[in-house]
């Protein structure tokens, strides 16, 4: 199983991304996947998840307003938009993938994970 994470890039304060994960070489249905971020010096931690069956969903307080986490279903594959970016968005996206369902905010609830898309948000 791998994770192919993309959508990152650079992007000025106020303004949008949208991220996608999309998972290879295996099918699944009961399964959770969740974005996280790492900033520089920090740890890695929770921004928004989505498990399925069902579509329920999870955000960060931080990102709650301006973040939609969704998916499609039958492609395996989770987004995340992103919109009003601040610059204390900056960091490494990381998407996860939890083999069983429900979403966790702790790194060590996922299984498998992508390679990492940058996100820098200037002022």
């Known amino acids: 199983v791998q994770l192919q994470a993309s959508g990152g890039g650079e992007v000025q304060a106020g303004g949008s991304l949208r991220l996608s994960c999309a998972v290879a070489?295996?099918?699944?249905?009961?399964?959770?996947m969740a974005w996280f971020r790492q900033a520089p010096g920090k740890e890695r931690v929770f921004v928004a998840g989505?498990?399925?069956?069902?579509?329920?969903?999870s955000l960060a307080d931080s990102v709650k307003g301006r973040f939609t986490i969704s998916g499609e279903n039958a492609k395996n594959t989770v987004y995340l938009q992103m919109n009003s970016l601040k610059p204390d968005d900056t960091a490494v996206y990381y998407c996860?993938?939890?083999?069983?369902?429900?979403?966790?905010?702790?790194?060590?609830?996922?299984?498998?994970w992508g390679q990492g898309t940058q996100v820098t948000v200037s002022s």
């Open positions: 996860g993938l939890r083999t069983r369902w429900g979403i966790r905010v702790d790194k060590d609830g996922y299984d498998y």
């Open positions: 070489g295996g099918t699944l249905t009961n399964y959770g």
């Open positions: 989505i498990a399925w069956p069902g579509g329920a969903t």
